[in-house]
C-alpha cells in the first residue's frame, strides 16, 4: 500500500492567482431541493466564450473540475453540486435515479435562463446523467462533452465482481445503525485506498493534492439512503446504451490507464455515436480532472472552436 503522505496545508499552487477572481457562489431552489452551485466567469468575453454547465461524478462536488475550470479563462463555467451531495440537499420528491438528475439539469437550467446554446459536460457518473438527459431533451444543449465517461455496464466483464461487492458495501452501510454505517462510509482508510487505486501520477505533490482532495470532499453526501440511490444509479445506466440518440457533436476525453472506463470500451462509444470526437490523454485514469486537466481543457477549447456557437 502506498505511503500515506501529510496533505499539504495549501494546494492552492496547483490553481491560478485569477481563480478566485471569477468565482461566484449562489443557491437555488428546486421544488423544495436547495442547490448550491458556483459561476466560474471569464476574465475577458470573446467570440469564443461559452457558458459550460459541469456534471461532477459520484461522491464528488464541484470541486473536481475546478482545475478544469482554472484552464478555461475565457469560458463561463456553472457547476452546481447535485443533489445529495456536497452543499446541495437531497429529492425531496424522486429517488435520486438518473432521470431525477435529468430533470434537474432540466430544471436547473430553466431557472439560471440556459438556453441551447450552452454546452454540457459531465464527467464519469456525470457523465451518464448528462448523456441520458440530452437523450431525453434533444435541442436542449449545442454539444456534449463527456470526461472519462462510463462507456459500458458496470455490473458486466471483468469489473462486475468488484461492482456488486462495491453495491453490497453501500447496501450494508446503509442498514447498519447510523453511526456505524457512517462511520464505514467516510472511513478515511477505505477513501485513501480508493485513491491510491486510482491515482496514476508520479508526481508526489499531485498525488498530495489528489489524496487530500478525495479526504476533504468524498464523505461530504447528504445521507446513506440518498447515497445508495445514487450508487446503484451510477452501477445501473452507462452511455452506450442511449449513443445513437445523441446526435449532437459530442467529445470524449479518456484516459489511456483508466481502470473504470477502460480504453477500449471509449472507442466502440465512439464507434456508436453519430458525431463524436474521441481524445486520449496518455499515462492518467479516471482522474483526467485532477491529473490532467491542461490537455483536457486543450482538447475541450478545440473542440468548442470547430463547433461554435
Do not use: C
Not at 423544495?32 to 462536488?61: C, K, M, N, Q, S
Not at 461530504?220 to 446504451?241: Q, T, Y
Amino acid at each position: 500500500m502506498e505511503q500515506v503522505d501529510t496533505p499539504p496545508s495549501h494546494p492552492a499552487p496547483l490553481f491560478s492567482p485569477g481563480l478566485d477572481g471569477r468565482t461566484r457562489a449562489a443557491e437555488v431552489e428546486l421544488n423544495g431541493t436547495r442547490v448550491a452551485y458556483w459561476t466560474y466567469e471569464p476574465l475577458h468575453v470573446t467570440p469564443a466564450t461559452r457558458t459550460i454547465l459541469v456534471i461532477h461524478g459520484f461522491r464528488g462536488d464541484h470541486h473536481g473540475l475546478l482545475r478544469v475550470a482554472d484552464q478555461l479563462p475565457e469560458m463561463r463555467l456553472i457547476m452546481p453540486d447535485l443533489p445529495g451531495f456536497g452543499e446541495s440537499g437531497t429529492f425531496t420528491d424522486a429517488e435520486h435515479s438518473v432521470q431525477r438528475y435529468g430533470r434537474f439539469i432540466s430544471d436547473f437550467m430553466a431557472a439560471l435562463g440556459l438556453g441551447p446554446e450552452t454546452v454540457l459536460l459531465g464527467h464519469s457518473f456525470g457523465s451518464i446523467i448528462a448523456s441520458h438527459f440530452v437523450a431525453a431533451s434533444p435541442g436542449a444543449v449545442g454539444e456534449l462533452i463527456l470526461i472519462n465517461p462510463i462507456a459500458s455496464p458496470a455490473l458486466e466483464g471483468p469489473k462486475g465482481l468488484m461492482t456488486k461487492l462495491a453495491v453490497l458495501y453501500y447496501e450494508a452501510s446503509a442498514r447498519l445503525p447510523r453511526s456505524l454505517g457512517l462511520s464505514l462510509l467516510r472511513s478515511q482508510l477505505i477513501v485513501r485506498v480508493m485513491s491510491v487505486a486510482m491515482a496514476k501520477t508520479k508526481d508526489k505533490a499531485l498525488r498530495r493534492f489528489v489524496h487530500a482532495q478525495h479526504s476533504a470532499y468524498f464523505s461530504a453526501f447528504a445521507d446513506r439512503n440518498s447515497l445508495l440511490e445514487a450508487f446503484k444509479a451510477s452501477v445501473g445506466s452507462n452511455v452506450a446504451e442511449v449513443a445513437d440518440r445523441l446526435t449532437l457533436p459530442v467529445l470524449l476525453v479518456a484516459g489511456e490507464k483508466d481502470e473504470i472506463a477502460v480504453l477500449p470500451d471509449q472507442h466502440k462509444l465512439a464507434a456508436l455515436l453519430p458525431d463524436a470526437t474521441l481524445k486520449v490523454i496518455p499515462g492518467v485514469g479516471h482522474l483526467i480532472h485532477y491529473e490532467t486537466p491542461e490537455p483536457a481543457a486543450g482538447f475541450i477549447r478545440n473542440f468548442l472552436k470547430d463547433h461554435p456557437a
